[in-house]
């Protein structure tokens, strides 16, 4: 029983849940980082780089609400890039984004890889939810030996 009550307010046990959570996504963060460094370059020095910039805000994310309850990988926006804070979206799009050429008033349309976000993830669902599951397992049994 006094283990039970250590575990009554939930706090640690929600920490561990979450902790576990990310960590069962960890691999598939890694694998969309990989992919964003991917993305082609067309030789630009740009600083600050586009592509690391956009691998950074790649991080595994658990939920813990009554409604949303599991784990995803997020990207965040990149504010701080050029002024480009939405490139994670805009490098996958079809239609590319428009930026001015350097040294002239012309637009023109860039492109980047094309699903390269929704591509990293092709084939590892069923992986992934297990995962999720195994962790989400690991604290019922943690529940479980506490009672005894």
């Known amino acids: 029983m006094r283990a039970l009550r250590e575990e009554e307010d ?3 046990l929600r920490r561990d849940l979450a902790k ?3 960590e069962a996504v960890k691999p598939y963060a890694e694998r969309a980082s990989n992919a964003a460094l991917s993305i082609p370059s067309h030789g630009s020095s740009a600083s600050p780089a586009l592509r690391p910039a956009i ?3 790649i991080k ?3 939920d813990l609400t009554a409604r949303r309850t599991g784990a995803r990988v997020r990207v965040r926006r990149t504010p701080n890039v050029r002024g480009f804070s939405n490139a994670p979206k805009r490098t996958q799009s079809r239609k590319g984004w428009r930026t001015q050429s350097y ?3 012309r637009w ?3 492109f980047g890889k094309i699903g390269w976000f929704d591509d990293a993830f092709n084939g590892v669902e069923s992986q ?3 995962a999720i599951f195994r962790a ?3 604290m019922a049994r943690r529940i479980a030996e506490r009672a005894h």
Do not use: C, H, W, Y
């Open 10 to 12: 939930g706090r640690a």
């Open 20 to 22: 576990g959570l990310r």
């Open 55 to 57: 691998a950074k805000g």
């Open 60 to 62: 595994p994310q658990a």
């Open 103 to 105: 040294g002239n008033d």
């Open 108 to 110: 023109r349309v860039q």
């Open 128 to 130: 992934a939810r297990e």
């Open 136 to 138: 989400m397992e690991d």
